[in-house]
């Protein structure tokens, strides 16, 4: 990990390369690159990549850049008497290589009405505390109208930051952390090398909540696999119960083929869950969840079932009903539904009321004598494609 900045070169506005789908309208700061941690088995996006931390002054200046090109876009809409579209064009050519992402951020943010922006990369939180700050009060000094800002952040990094220092990163702008707590048993947390324990996934959610700053937590149905499956739910259920965080956000296991995780499953020392064994996991995770107020969200491709959301606990015996009919359907239905969802040809569990809606997923699966004895396989691969 490097944490030395003092002989870093600012080289231009930079991006990272992820950010949450909430968050697909944000105007992305990246704060720091990568991911200090880097050892989760499952994920394989940092891996072979540095940590660092970008120097304050850095992100102050890509605020700079940013604030430049939105005003001389603003300007160019309101004021100018010539045609925009040319006046624009002047504008895009005097961009330099190290202004490129901030012009082309600046219109999409302007496109998308300034209201978000998210910290990159994967957990912006270790930064000083006082750092922080500085960045978000300058945010907030520069662009007034912006409604939220958000962070990743990993459990073990919320768990040493004072209730005061969060309590002041709230006060100076930041309004919602996501956590990748994925699971909360202890056994699961071990395997995955995700270098924290249920206790501090509690800890760590609480003093989030405590501080007044919105808090989304993630489970990752399927990731204690055949083993340890039931453990993946229950004890992910009372880690939630006992944090109570304003989001619940589904994100089912997949494997890269790059990630540490792979090389368990081919050496069968990990079983993977089908689609139909994470739905049970799923069921057995909302029905123990008790006396929260958390809304559910199944807000990525990843997940079977969409309609899988809802505010609890009003909405729970809906979210419960629409994981049943899933799991009611015929084994034939079943199949067609779970090709259908990873084609694109069915965008939902509703979808399989009206069968011409399904009738292309049911010629993928005859043309490609996809059965029960090999649909988890085919299903597996074409998750790959969203990872």
């Known amino acids: 990990m490097s944490l030395d900045k003092k002989n870093q070169e600012y080289e231009g506005f930079e991006l990272g390369p992820i950010r949450p789908p909430s968050e697909a309208e944000s105007l992305l700061l990246r704060i720091t690159r990568n991911c200090p941690w880097n050892q ?9 990549e540095k940590f660092s931390i970008r120097p304050l002054e850095h992100v102050l200046k890509d605020i700079d850049r ?18 925009v579209k040319e006046e624009m064009r002047k504008l895009g050519s005097t961009v ?25 990369d994967a957990n912006s939180m270790i930064i000083k505390p006082e750092d922080m700050m500085t960045i978000l009060k300058y945010v907030r000094k520069n662009f007034p109208g912006v409604e939220r800002i958000t962070s990743y952040a990993r459990s073990q990094t919320i768990a040493r930051i004072s209730d005061e220092d969060l309590l002041k990163i709230r006060e100076a702008g930041l309004n919602r952390i996501h956590i990748g707590m994925e699971s909360a048993a202890d056994v ?42 039931k453990e993946n739910a229950i004890e992910t259920s009372d880690a939630m119960n006992q944090i109570n965080p304003d989001f619940i956000r589904l994100r089912t296991l997949a494997i890269p083929d790059k990630a540490p995780l792979a090389i368990d499953y081919r050496d069968g020392k990990f079983k993977k869950l089908g689609d139909v064994q994470v739905i049970e996991e799923l069921l057995m995770f909302i029905e123990n969840l008790h006396g929260i107020t958390s809304a559910i969200k199944s807000d990525h491709i990843l997940n079977l079932i969409p309609e899988v959301e809802g505010k609890l606990p009003e909405d729970k015996e809906k979210i419960i009903a629409v994981i049943k009919k899933f799991l009611n359907l015929s084994e034939e239905d079943k199949i067609v539904y779970m090709i259908g969802r990873r084609t694109g040809s069915i965008k939902g569990i509703y979808d399989m009321d009206y069968y011409n809606l399904t009738e292309k997923a049911r010629e993928i699966v005859a043309r ?9 396989e085919i299903v597996g691969e074409l998750m790959k494609r969203f990872i």
């Not at 496109?111 to 910290?119: N, P, T, V």
Request: proline share 1%.
């Open 66 to 83: 940013l604030k430049y090109y939105i005003d001389a876009i603003i300007n160019i809409r309101e004021n100018s008497t010539n045609n």
């Open 40 to 48: 989760c088995k499952f994920c394989a996006l940092y891996k072979g």
């Open 188 to 229: 699961v947390l071990d395997f995955i090398k995700k270098g924290v324990d249920k206790k501090t996934h509690i800890i760590a959610g609480q003093k989030v909540k405590k501080a007044g700053i919105e808090l989304s937590e993630y489970f990752m149905p399927g990731l204690g696999g055949a083993a340890y499956s």
């Open 96 to 120: 330099t290589e190290e202004g490129n992402w901030a012009y082309y951020s600046a219109i999409t943010w302007l496109q998308g009405g300034m209201k978000s922006i998210f910290l990159q």
């Open 368 to 376: 490609n004598n996809i059965t029960s004895e090999n649909v988890d």
